[in-house]
């Protein structure tokens, strides 16, 4: 990903987070569902809850690992889009989990995923 702009970059890091959890079984309902109050990267289900994922993708360690960007606050305003991502979609009370995927992609060498489930 040597070179590529920033949107770029965290487009390919919720492709690679959308697949890695799609080999470890899980299904994707929603990428990038948006309303007014902001967006959620990817809303799947492990066919026992609903899983709400925060993709964070990095290039390098320079400004932090990428989970670390998920402060309190980021958290907040996720947990508000999910309870409206539940509304628009009609449906009922279900399990929700956070997760953060972070995705690290170097310009040298290979890129890395880290699942960190119920991260908040």
């Known amino acids: 990903m040597a070179g590529s702009t920033r949107d770029e970059l965290g487009r390919?890091?919720?492709?690679?987070?959308?697949?890695?959890?799609?080999?470890?079984?899980?299904?994707?309902?929603?990428?990038?569902?948006r309303c007014r109050e902001g967006e959620l990267d990817l809303v799947a289900t492990d066919r026992k809850r609903l899983v709400v994922c925060e993709v964070k993708?990095?290039?390098?360690?320079?400004?932090?690992?990428p989970a670390e960007a998920v402060t309190p606050a980021k958290a907040a305003r996720i947990r508000r889009l999910a309870a409206s991502w539940l509304t628009s979609h009609r449906a009922g009370w279900c399990e929700v989990r956070f997760d953060v995927v972070a995705v690290l992609c170097p310009?040298?060498?290979p890129t890395t995923v880290t699942h960190l489930p119920g991260a908040f």
Not at 16 to 23: G, I, R
Not at 57 to 65: E, H, K, V, Y
């Open 12 to 33: 390919h890091g919720e492709d690679v987070a959308a697949q890695y959890l799609a080999e470890r079984g899980m299904v994707v309902l929603s990428r990038n569902w």
């Open 57 to 65: 993708t990095r290039s390098g360690l320079g400004f932090g690992a």
């Open 107 to 109: 310009p040298q060498g």
